[in-house]
């Protein structure tokens, strides 16, 4: 008999500031690599905007962030944008936005069973999985003194793992290799490299926008026209949240920190 493949889902925290075509890119293909290896089946995929208490420089508000995700999504029959992580008051750790996340994909999952269970249900269903979708620079945050809690890196790795993409000369599996506690839950760790190459960056399609650049190709087209509409990524955009501490940084150093491989 076929071993039951185990369903999967993927989530994309970040900025999102604007959305782009390479954020999307990386959920297709997380979910061809995650096919390719018989062991899972990708059954949905989520953006998680930060919220604005992150704190990032030229961050717009969570509200325009959201808007142009979902617009950007319109033509994915699997990936959806959650709101969730953008409506909290403070920036949420990314393990505590994983436990959320997780929490409602258990629920949905016990729900359906006991809905469907029948005499043709296999007892054996699957529970399914929750992991952290990535670029390989979300890795190098790691390395980032006072960025990390060590139980936090222990969680997202050991109990739900990345699917992490490669992009440019980046090598998630140096990182990997380098901190001994990803190299603990390796196997947990499914790096993904991309031969057709899309350098593109939130930050740069900020900065041609600021100076009045073309960004076609590069967002699509209806994130665009929300762009002009409400008049997002001017200079004055850019300033926002200057001068302030990364709230991830200031939030960690209320408390003792200890890096990654202490």
């Known amino acids: 008999m076929a071993t039951r493949r185990v369903p999967l889902v993927l989530l994309a925290c970040g900025s ?15 979910r061809d690599h995650m096919h390719s290896t018989g062991q899972y ?50 920036w949420t750790e990314t393990v505590v936005t994983m436990r959320y996340h997780y929490g409602r994909i258990l629920e949905q999952f016990e729900q359906r069973t006991v809905t469907h269970v029948d005499s043709t249900t296999p007892l054996s269903s699957p529970s399914p999985q929750l992991k952290l979708l990535c670029g390989a620079d979300f890795l190098d945050t790691f390395k980032i003194p006072g960025l990390w809690r060590d139980d936090h890196v222990q969680e997202v790795a050991g109990r739900f793992g990345f699917v992490c993409v490669s992009r440019g000369g980046l ?43 073309s960004v076609k190709y590069l967002i699509p087209d209806s994130v665009i026209e929300y762009i002009h509409q409400h008049n997002l990524y001017t200079e004055d955009s850019e300033r926002r949240n200057e001068g302030t501490v990364l709230r991830p940084l200031a939030k960690q150093a209320q408390q003792p920190v200890k890096s990654l491989d202490d």
């Open 41 to 90: 089946q990708v059954v949905g995929g989520i953006v998680s905007p930060v919220s604005d208490g992150y704190g990032k420089q030229g961050l717009v508000l969570a509200k325009h962030r959201i808007a142009m995700a979902k617009l950007a999504l319109q033509s994915s029959d699997w990936v959806k944008v959650d709101e969730w992580e953008s409506q909290q008051p403070d």
């Open 171 to 213: 090598e998630p599996e140096r990182v990997v290799h380098e901190s001994d506690t990803l190299s603990r839950h390796s196997q947990n760790i499914f790096l993904v490299r991309e031969w057709v190459k899309n350098e593109t960056s939130a930050t740069e399609v900020r900065r041609a926008l600021r100076r009045g650049l």
């Open 16 to 30: 999102f500031n604007p959305i782009t075509n390479q954020h999307m890119r990386l959920f297709e293909l997380a």
